[in-house]
DNA sequence: GCCTATTGTATATTGTCTGCCGACACACGA
DNA sequence: TCGTGTGTCGGCAGACAATATACAATAGGC
């Protein structure tokens, strides 16, 4: 399961941990059912402890998306995430695109990236 | 200047505001040139302490948006924030469209509302 | 059944971040 | 030059993040 840390990043380890794996689920890498590394194991991996990792397990868990069993490991148990408020779901998205906007990119080349990224998501019958 | 407060938003609070500033920025209801409004209206405003509002506008002023001057006021200096690779710009746009995506919302309605922010952002002749 | 390895969990500690308060410093106009 | 309006600085208390260490639950071999 390939997940990086970036130092410059302002939130937190174990979000950018969860956000991560929350992008891989998305995607399809990680289905319904799959198994996660130990925790000590991607914490190794990164180089962190493994306290961070537990509680980016149970960050997920908490959204519905982990069944974590203490002594086995953790598993995905959905593919998706329990329905939210319109008004709560664009307000990343809006902060997202106003970043790109006033990173002077024409309107096109957003269309653009976000198809590409679109198509990450949906590639295959999901 | 129309900004709010999310309790419920994991963020702290003057990078809330930073960020809504900067969507304002972005979609032009803040020009170049425009003075801010004093951190203490603004804190008032909001309900919380000036200098919360103080480190929103470092933040703006530290990504070059804004020129804040000790005695007299805040300004908005630029339109565009300097350069950032593209791979970084990307990486907050792919969270938000996954988020949207583990939501269950289909493709289409992904584009939809991304049109629909876009054109918030590109309205005038900007 | 029991041992052992593997796995997640709980507690305590340390340092950092947030937000607040009060006092200070700069700018501009009367 | 003085007063008012403006941003800034230092210190504080509380919350949060990440760590080290010890604990508890599970799975598998014997």
Do not use: F, W
Not at 87 to 100: D, T, Y
Not at 109 to 117: A, C, D
Request: charged share 25%.
């Amino acid at each position: 399961m390939y997940i990086t840390i970036d130092e410059t990043d302002r939130r937190p380890v174990y979000r950018q941990v969860a956000d991560e794996i929350k992008g891989l689920i998305a995607r399809g890498e990680l289905c319904e059912g799959m198994a996660l590394p130990p925790v000590r194991q991607v914490a190794a991996d990164l180089g962190v402890n493994l306290n961070t990792i537990a509680a980016a397990y149970r960050e997920l868990q908490k959204e519905g998306l982990l069944k974590v069993r203490h002594g086995s490991g953790a598993l995905v148990t959905a593919g998706r995430v329990s329905q939210q408020n319109d008004a709560e779901l664009r307000k990343g998205l809006r902060a997202s695109l106003a970043h790109l906007a006033l990173a002077g990119l024409p309107r096109a080349e957003i269309v653009e990236i976000v198809n590409e990224e679109l198509s990450q998501l949906y590639k295959t019958g999901r």
